[in-house]
């Protein structure tokens, strides 16, 4: 039997750090202010994973992203519309693709249907990958949830490697809520935890390793398949449990708790 804080992944016992908090969202216009655009990471392969508990099935329920004027260049990551269908959005050069489940989420399940989300009011993990294609040559997104992949077929609007460089949103990423020209937009009623950005493509062992059983892990330490931690470029433990500070654990950008977000003691584990 596994101790407190521990999981088997891949024959493997990692062990859970000491995780304390994460952030409640209202979803009225609170939100984390990365500081930062990434916008060079997002020109290329890239991968961003959290933990997300949501408190309301609302539509257009927005998890983190950052969206230039009109649909310039953009990336965010929501329930999309009255299907509430998880969905990975990436705008560049006035060019679209999206990354999204085929089944309706959270309230399909918990009220005993059919889903892909599961019961409302459960953590859930989260990973989206985007491999840039090579020139002319598509990109691919997939999106894993609890470590399985969740939506990889279901391709909308394919970018090439030459439109995805030319992506020059200037605008901060947010978390909890998506950044819209410079103003929130779409804020998100939910739990949000350990959101982390990396410069690659991860590979599938590694988001097994990093959902670890529903155990976060500490990303800056390379453990069992997860060997991704020199490739970190943000990752925001929200661990620190007062104030409006969300340290980036790689050193890089800051993050500002604004309009009112919360450090709450219910996370994954």
Sequence with gaps: MLGLGHSLVGGSVLTGYNNTHAVSFDGSNDFIDTGASFQSTFRGSFSVSFWMKSTANVNNNMFWGTQESGDEDAVFFYTRGATRTISLNIFANNVKTRQEADAATFAAESSGGAGDGGTEGAWFHFVAVYTKGDGSGNG??????NGSVLASTRYIGPITGDELEAYTNPHEVYIGGRNTNGSIGNPGKAIVDDWALWNVALD?????????????????????N???????????????????????????????????PSYVTDIPS
């Design 140 to 145: 691919v997104a997939v999106i894993y949830k």
């Design 204 to 224: 599938a062992d590694a988001v097994s390793a990093i959902y670890n059983g529903g155990v976060p892990i500490d990303l800056l330490i390379d453990s069992g």
């Design 226 to 260: 997860y060997d991704n931690s020199g490739d970190l470029v943000a990752y925001y433990k929200l661990n620190e449990g007062s104030g409006t500070t969300a340290t980036d654990a790689t050193g890089g950008s800051d993050g500002t708790l604004t309009n009112g």
